[in-house]
């Protein structure tokens, strides 16, 4: 099987970041999975953060290492947000990823490669690299519609590569 198409992003600083975050914003409905990867500090965190604040989440968001998941409340969507780095795979079978992946809210997945099997076969796969103090590309790889859609129309708006 040929592996999906990849767009690049690349953020010059955290502004950037939350750039884009804003712009994947816009797109995001009930079921909406977006997966993050990427080193330690690659920035898995502050662009979930960028996220909750363009759905409007007013809690502060900090890293769910040791909760796992935490859940928020956005304006019009709850927002889970996970962090899979310490999770076993028995934790990960108990927990029912899955009430999230398809539940009402949207969902961002940090450390997702650990998890790969339970993931959805549709969703957003983001890696971060570092490329620099505040410079970070971003590598989006859609898995299925509606995420192609999305990758395409922000390219044509000239804000993927
Ligand atoms: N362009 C940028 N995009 C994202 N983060 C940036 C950027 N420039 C600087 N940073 C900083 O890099 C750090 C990224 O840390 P963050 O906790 O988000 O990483 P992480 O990928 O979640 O790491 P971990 O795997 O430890 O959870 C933050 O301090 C953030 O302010
Ligand atoms: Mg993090």
Redesign the pocket.
Same mark, same amino acid.
């Given at each position: 099987m040929t592996e999906p198409a990849s767009y690049i992003y690349h953020?010059?600083?955290?502004?950037?970041?939350?750039q884009l975050a804003a712009h994947l914003a816009c797109h995001f409905e009930p079921g909406t999975v977006i997966t993050?990867d $990427?080193?330690? $500090?690659?920035?898995?965190?502050?662009?979930?953060?960028?996220v909750a604040k363009a759905i409007g989440v007013r809690h502060v968001v900090n890293?769910p290492?040791f909760t796992i998941i935490k859940e928020y409340v956005g304006d019009h969507l709850p927002f889970y947000h996970m962090?899979v780095?310490r999770l076993s795979q028995d934790e990960a079978d108990e927990l029912g990823l899955d009430e999230y992946f398809f539940g009402e809210g949207i969902t961002l997945v940090?450390?997702s490669s650990l998890i790969v099997d339970l993931l959805p076969p549709e969703r957003l796969s983001v890696t971060?690299e570092h490329a620099g103090?505040?410079?970070?590309v971003f590598r989006l790889t859609p898995h299925g519609q509606p995420y192609e859609q999305w990758c395409t129309e922000l390219k044509e708006n000239g804000i993927l590569l």
């Amino acid at each position: 099987m040929t592996e999906p198409a990849s767009y690049i992003y690349h953020a010059d600083n955290l502004e950037h970041t939350a750039q884009l975050a804003a712009h994947l914003a816009c797109h995001f409905e009930p079921g909406t999975v977006i997966t993050l990867d $990427g080193d330690l $500090g690659a920035g898995k965190t502050a662009f979930s953060q960028a996220v909750a604040k363009a759905i409007g989440v007013r809690h502060v968001v900090n890293s769910p290492t040791f909760t796992i998941i935490k859940e928020y409340v956005g304006d019009h969507l709850p927002f889970y947000h996970m962090d899979v780095y310490r999770l076993s795979q028995d934790e990960a079978d108990e927990l029912g990823l899955d009430e999230y992946f398809f539940g009402e809210g949207i969902t961002l997945v940090e450390w997702s490669s650990l998890i790969v099997d339970l993931l959805p076969p549709e969703r957003l796969s983001v890696t971060i690299e570092h490329a620099g103090d505040t410079e970070r590309v971003f590598r989006l790889t859609p898995h299925g519609q509606p995420y192609e859609q999305w990758c395409t129309e922000l390219k044509e708006n000239g804000i993927l590569l």
